[in-house]
């Protein structure tokens, strides 16, 4: 019976614990919304820049690219899942196949 009793009083301590957490998220969580909902930004700044290397710089290319055929798609376009978007001529990779 003892035993019981004061299982009960330390399991109602970690519910008070778990459910107070709980509260301070939820009550962040509404304050971070209020506060995205009523503040404004006054200024945005947008620049260009280019990136410098303090070592060797390294290009980065494809191992076998292609040379396109056609391009069946401009900037702007909806495509649909299925659609082709463009076609690669074969001979070089052809070419490449036969090297192998």
């Known amino acids: 019976m003892k035993s019981e009793i004061s299982s009960n009083v330390k399991n109602r301590g970690k519910k008070n614990f778990s459910s107070k957490i709980v509260w301070i998220f939820l009550g962040t969580f509404v304050l971070l919304l209020l506060w995205m909902h009523f503040s404004h930004l006054d200024e945005v700044a947008r620049a260009t820049g280019t990136v410098i290397t303090n070592s060797r710089t390294q290009i980065i290319q494809s191992v076998d ?16 899942e299925g659609d082709i978007l463009a076609l690669f001529d074969e001979k070089r990779t052809q070419a490449a196949l036969i090297e192998i």
Not at 65 to 80: C, P, S, W
């Open 65 to 80: 690219g292609g040379v396109l055929k056609q391009l069946n798609v401009k900037e702007g376009d909806k495509v649909k």
